[in-house]
């Protein structure tokens, strides 16, 4: 499968800038994680991608040839707000939008089946899909982005009122989608999730993509995080004053302090004063998770204003 990729995307709503020169790529065969607070201009992007919005400038291009009506009727979308007919039946729905995507009615039947055997609501087809629990509803919904064999998928929250049994179920089969060569983007807020599942992850603020790499790129810092726990201390004496050594994280059972990657001066004195303030328990290096970074990136220009 080809790649997708977004050249400087710009778009206006009268004075908001909800896409600011926005470029990013997801490649054949990735889960791409695009993650930002409310309001960053996700589903805008996503919007644009399908074509459901234009973009003020820039481009959109699938293989490097740009994404038209053609090239998106093999696009699956999954938007945020549910997108089916609630008094329609799931069989005979799923069945109806494959045949749209110019399927012949057994195809359009075999994929119908397969899908909803797959993720879990053959049970259901016979059923109006308003009658559906929300989980269930949003099984479907991502049946319907399947239905046709995208050579793309596109989903907006598609992990939303999910239980772990259905996030497991959803992400298995996102992953088989990319092993198969399908580039995916979603967006998420479940951070835990992304961390886990994606190849890559942006993450989008006031409409521009301000970082982008793998979660091992993104987790890699010039500075050395270390867990202190001390028995009877959840804020063991002598550790704030250590020399060019930084408290970053106290969650009442330990410390998450940060020096100088390399810095080992530093590194022991930290060792001796935790030490010092009891029984030490653990002192062990550590990673940011994806929450710690997203949460840096989206405050970082609200404190420096």
């Known amino acids: 499968m080809p790649d997708l990729a977004a050249h400087s995307l710009s778009r206006r709503f009268g004075s908001v800038h909800a896409l600011n020169d926005l470029s990013l790529t997801v490649r054949e065969g990735e889960i791409y994680g695009f993650v930002g607070s409310n309001g960053a201009g996700k589903t805008t992007a996503m919007r644009i991608i399908l074509g459901v919005l234009s973009a003020d400038s820039g481009q959109v291009t699938f293989g490097g040839?740009?994404?038209?009506?053609?090239?998106?009727?093999?696009?699956?979308?999954?938007?945020?707000?549910?997108?089916?007919?609630?008094?329609?039946?799931?069989?005979?729905?799923?069945?109806?939008?494959?045949?749209l995507h110019g399927m012949p009615s057994a195809a359009a039947i075999a994929a119908m089946e397969h899908w909803t055997e797959v993720l879990g609501v053959s049970s259901r087809r016979a059923d109006d899909v308003?009658?559906?629990?929300?989980?269930?509803?949003?099984?479907?919904?991502?049946?319907?982005?399947?239905?046709?064999?995208?050579?793309?998928?596109?989903?907006?929250?598609?992990?939303?009122?999910?239980?772990?049994v259905a996030v497991d179920v959803m992400s298995n089969v996102l992953r088989e989608q990319a092993d198969s060569g399908v580039p995916v983007i979603f967006s998420s807020h479940q951070l835990d999730l992304v961390e886990r599942l994606c190849d890559r992850v942006g993450i989008i603020k006031s409409g521009s993509l301000v970082t982008e790499g793998t979660i091992d790129e993104?987790?890699?810092?010039?500075?050395?995080?270390?867990?202190?726990?001390?028995?009877?201390?959840?804020?063991?004496?002598?550790?704030?004053?250590?020399?060019?050594?930084?408290?970053?994280?106290?969650?009442?059972?330990?410390?998450?302090?940060?020096?100088?990657?390399?810095?080992?001066?530093?590194?022991?004195?930290?060792?001796?004063?935790?030490?010092?303030?009891?029984?030490?328990?653990?002192?062990?290096?550590?990673?940011?998770?994806?929450?710690?970074?997203?949460?840096?990136?989206v405050t970082k220009d609200e404190e420096e204003k």
Do not use: W
């Open 65 to 99: 040839t740009p994404l038209d009506r053609v090239s998106r009727s093999r696009v699956g979308y999954m938007p945020e707000e549910r997108g089916l007919y609630p008094k329609m039946k799931v069989g005979p729905q799923l069945t109806y939008l494959a045949e």
């Open 130 to 164: 308003q009658k559906l629990s929300l989980g269930n509803q949003q099984r479907v919904q991502l049946a319907a982005a399947l239905i046709h064999g995208p050579n793309l998928l596109v989903l907006d929250e598609p992990f939303s009122g999910l239980d772990p």
């Open 218 to 297: 993104l987790r890699t810092t010039p500075r050395r995080r270390i867990l202190v726990r001390v028995d009877g201390a959840t804020d063991p004496g002598g550790i704030r004053e250590v020399p060019r050594v930084v408290v970053v994280n106290d969650d009442h059972t330990g410390l998450i302090v940060e020096c100088a990657d390399g810095d080992v001066e530093a590194e022991q004195a930290l060792l001796r004063a935790a030490s010092a303030a009891g029984t030490l328990r653990e002192f062990t290096p550590v990673r940011p998770r994806l929450a710690d970074l997203f949460r840096d990136v």
